[in-house]
């Protein structure tokens, strides 16, 4: 790394599921500075694979929340070492993996207050905590858990109304009341629950930071409309727990000033400020400068959208969470399994394992593919709940196999109009100034990125988003400074290197989707309706 040149900046922390991460970004945006530690690699001691431990029975996974000290440790002094100049830093903020949950044992908070600028972190806070590993976001140990939650407040319709999501596994809410049914004991010894993203705050903090708004809305537990705990959400879950938790603040908010342990070990300035953590997803967002009628495409093995509403309609399928950036304002997350995997698949059978081959048969087919659909998931698929390949001709009749470029058309139409009638089922609408941000591997390939423009009838840029949360936290941190400005978080992040515009929709296209989308819709119900028992 070059030499530093001494430069104001805002620091952009990511407590990831593999790594913990920083970036340093300057007053004109500019990423400066970077660093990581990775678990498997840089704390062999903890023994994890992944940055988790997946129990023998294969449905709970933790961390070892003293890994994530350390990795904290490492990074500070490797900046140090490396001659950082910390009394540059105006603030800080971060994001943690969402729905991961940390106890603090009673009496850390003493221990907190107290550091000595003498000794690492991990020295000092070994005795912290009342569960030594911490349940994260890939636990699917909570069935039970769900159910009776659902059942408290009158189902998972109702739930989502109130929180945003149905319940999920591996929502902070069901892990709490897994660890009070069956650790009572470290339950009643815990005086304060955080998320990953909150914890790491406190670390920085030297107290406890209370839990954003946005990363809070992925426990089941918060009324996302009046952006407080639901009380009959919390009864459902373990007794006492608001006090364990503290209340939650919107995710702008500057949480106090860094603790002076960071001041006598490495030489922040005694007011440099700490922003509100918040979780990945929504630090992404906000790294992505995703604004209102935007969405986030990330074509990865999965594929996942990011949208941006003002008018979420609660379903029993994605998930939505308070904005991290317009308070008054929601993200959702959509999860699409079959996503890079199943491409890669109908590219083999299909386009003789050449993407070259598939993009041509893009080219070569008309948008709407002469009225023929398909729906392909090999694996089940989350967004909806169906499994198999079907595919329709233009007279809605259910034909065995495509012609190959036809069946190349059917993939990528079917994957994107699926994603635009999901987004709008949550409240997503397409408006004028609509921007599509692509990310992940398929992102790479244009005619991918046309066929996307022309289903959403919007243009599509390209960002990279290796860094997105750190990023989108050093961002949030320069907003955090301008706090009480009503400056809007669009204004202070305006200097930040622009996407690359890849696509814009061919003319005519939205004529022809705007005829397809219904029926795409209609179909997909029937395959549910043929696949499923009868509803509910
Ligand atoms: O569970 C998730 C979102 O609901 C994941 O994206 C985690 O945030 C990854 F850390």
Partial sequence: MAEHVARRCCLGWDFSTQQVKVVAVDAELNVFYEDSAHFDRDLLEFGTQGGVHVHEEGLTVTSPVLMWVRALDIILER????????????ALSGAGQQHGSVYWKAGASQVLRSLSPDLPLHKQLQACFSISDSPVWMDSSTTAQCRQLEAAVGGAQALSCLTGSRAYERFTGNQI?????????????????????????????????????????????????????????????????????????????????ISSYYVQRYGFPPGCQVVAFTGDNPASLAGMRLEEGDIAVSLGTSDTLFLWLQEPMPALEGHIFCNPVGSQHYMALLCFKNGSLMREKIRDESASCSWSEFSEALRSTEMGNGGNLGFYFDVMEITPEII????????????????RDVEIRALIEGQFMAKRIHAEGLGYQVMPKTKILATGGASHNRDILQVLADVFGAPVYVIDTANSACVGSAYRAFHGLAAGTDVPFSEV????????????????????????????????????????????
């Avoid at 900046?79 to 105006?90: E, R, Y």
Wanted: proline share 10%; with cysteine.
């Fill in 177 to 257: 009341a897994k660890i009070y049914q069956q650790n009572p004991e470290a339950y009643s010894h815990t005086e304060r629950i955080s998320l990953v993203s909150s914890f790491a705050a406190s670390l920085f903090l030297g107290s406890y930071s209370p839990i954003d708004c946005s990363d809070g809305s992925g426990m089941n537990l918060l009324q996302i409309k009046d952006k407080v705990w639901s009380r009959v959400c919390l009864a459902a879950c373990a007794p006492h727990l608001e006090e364990k938790l503290g209340s939650p603040v919107p995710s702008c908010s500057v949480v106090g000033a």
């Fill in 388 to 403: 198999g390949r079907h595919r329709f001709s233009a007279e809605n009749h259910k034909v065995p196999a495509f012609p």
């Fill in 79 to 90: 900046m140090k070492a490396s001659g950082f100049d910390f009394s540059q830093v105006l």
């Fill in 493 to 536: 992040v305006r200097l930040a290197p622009p996407p690359r515009l890849a696509a814009t929709p061919t003319p005519g296209a939205s004529q022809v989707y705007e005829a397809l989308l219904p029926r795409y819709a209609k179909l997909e119900q029937r395959i549910l309706s043929q696949t499923q028992g009868p509803p509910e």
